[in-house]
Structure formats: structure tokens, C-alpha cells
């Protein structure tokens, strides 16, 4: 059976996080594992408050995975501090890990800070270099390339920005654009356009954390990353349209509609 790792924070709602990347794993039939690195109390309305796991916990965490069940994907989210950044950058090293997918959580829909100033270049400098694919929506990838992203080209050409940082592929989502929510993926020599219909709904809790752990989830499955990415995008945009009606905010998706 093949095997992926989450190293992302929890959801106590159910809804992102490690619980939204097990439920998307399952989905894929891959077998899910965790690394907890903050718990989280939210829910569909926003974040109340987040706790950081120590840097040790979170090592002994990794030591306890890759040296028992090796996983075939990874995929990480929330790495708020520093230290735990520089902590699972050195394990990903010692333990030579591959199909890393990187989702740079830098904030909840309401705004909580999820990634500290303090943090950032240490996640350009040691994490993004080992990432076989990067992930982030238009407000990180603004953060990352330094580009105001207005357009399609200003995707590219941000997209072109961001490689240059050492990821060996970046894939800017397009769903803070108007129209319809397309995703261009760039592997340092080509663009591949995934288009996607909008669907009108505010149940979108969890979305850049399920997208990531699909893209992870079919990596694991020995598929190269512009599939990887395609299979993720629909398994996606189906658990957008069926999405349930929990919660007083943004409600959830349904992870296992298929």
C-alpha cells in the first residue's frame, strides 16, 4: 500500500489541516500518517487561537515515521515558528524525503496569522529547496515573488520569481482571481494552464490543505506532478460542489463524495 505524511497543524472542526489531509488521503487509498506541528482551535467561522508542538516533539514525531513506515509523498502546511521550520528541514534531509508538497499557510480566511515574521526566510531558505512542488494561492505567492498578482501573466511571471527559489515546481492557485479559478503550474521550463469553473459557495473550508494532500496522495501513487496536479484539481472541484452544510461560517468539504 502506498503511504503519505502530513506535517500541518490540526483542525479541531474537521475541516483542514491534518484532519482534512487523512480524510483526502483516505479518498486516494493511501495510507495517512501524521506530524502535528500546532494544535488549532477553529472552526467554520475562523481561528481562536493556535499552540505550537515543541520543535523536539515534532522531531521525534518525524523519527517515529521515517523510520518505521517510509512514507512515498509528504505533504506540509502550517510550520508557524522558526525552529520547527528548521527542525523538519533537517529531518527531510537526514532522512532523504521525496514528494515533498509544500503548502505555505501563511493565514487563515479571517486573517490569523499563521506563519510568524520571524519565520518566513527561514522557510524560503531551508524548506522551499527541498519542495518538489510549491503551492501557494495569489496573497503568498505576492509574499513570495514580491509581484502584484493582477493577471494571468502576472501569475508567470511570479511563478518564474518563485522557482528561482529552489523548488523544483511551483503551482500558483487562482482562486482569489475573478472569473474562473484557474491554476498554472511551471516546472522551470514549461506552464500548464488547469482551468476550473467557479462555484458559488462559501463552504471553501480547507481547500488549499485538500488540494495539497491530492497532489501528495497521487505522487505517492507513482504519478508525475502535472498528473498529480490535474487528478487533485478535480478531486477538488467535486468536493467544492458537494460540499456540506456544517457549521455557522465556511463550511466544510466532502472528502469522501468519491
Known amino acids: 500500500m502506498k503511504t503519505a505524511l502530513t506535517i500541518a497543524g490540526s483542525d479541531c472542526s474537521g475541516g483542514a489541516g491534518i484532519q482534512a489531509d487523512i480524510k483526502t488521503f483516505c479518498a486516494f487509498g493511501v495510507y495517512g500518517m501524521s506530524v502535528i506541528t500546532s494544535v488549532v482551535a477553529e472552526n467554520t467561522c475562523g481561528v481562536i487561537k ?50 515533498v508538497v509544500s503548502d505555505p499557510v501563511m493565514a487563515a480566511k479571517d486573517g490569523y496569522k499563521l506563519l510568524n515574521d520571524n519565520a518566513l526566510d527561514i522557510y524560503i531558505n531551508k524548506l522551499i529547496p527541498l519542495t518538489l512542488l510549491l503551492t501557494p494561492n495569489i496573497p503568498e505567492a505576492e509574499i513570495l515573488s514580491g509581484f502584484s498578482i493582477k493577471t494571468k501573466d502576472d501569475m508567470k511571471k511570479a511563478a518564474e520569481k518563485i522557482i528561482s527559489l529552489g523548488c523544483e515546481n511551483v503551482l500558483i492557485k487562482g482562486g482569489h482571481m475573478n472569473g474562473d479559478s484557474t491554476d498554472i503550474l511551471f516546472d522551470g521550463n514549461k506552464f500548464y494552464e488547469f482551468e476550473g469553473k467557479r462555484i458559488h459557495t462559501k463552504n471553501t473550508h480547507g481547500t488549499g490543505c485538500t488540494l495539497s494532500s491530492a497532489i501528495a496522495s497521487s505522487l505517492a501513487c507513482g504519478e508525475n506532478t502535472e498528473i498529480s496536479v490535474k487528478k487533485a484539481k478535480s478531486f477538488l472541484t467535486s468536493a467544492i460542489e458537494n460540499s456540506l452544510e456544517l457549521g455557522k461560517g465556511n463550511g466544510p468539504l466532502n472528502h469522501l463524495i468519491g
Open 50 to 99: 493556535s499552540e505550537n508542538i515543541t520543535a523536539e516533539m515534532i522531531h521525534l514525531q518525524l523519527k517515529a515515521v521515517f523510520e518505521d513506515i517510509f512514507p512515498d509523498a509528504i505533504k506540509i502546511g502550517m510550520v508557524s515558528d522558526a525552529k520547527i521550520i528548521e527542525c523538519i528541514a533537517d529531518d527531510l534531509k537526514k532522512y532523504n524525503a521525496k514528494n
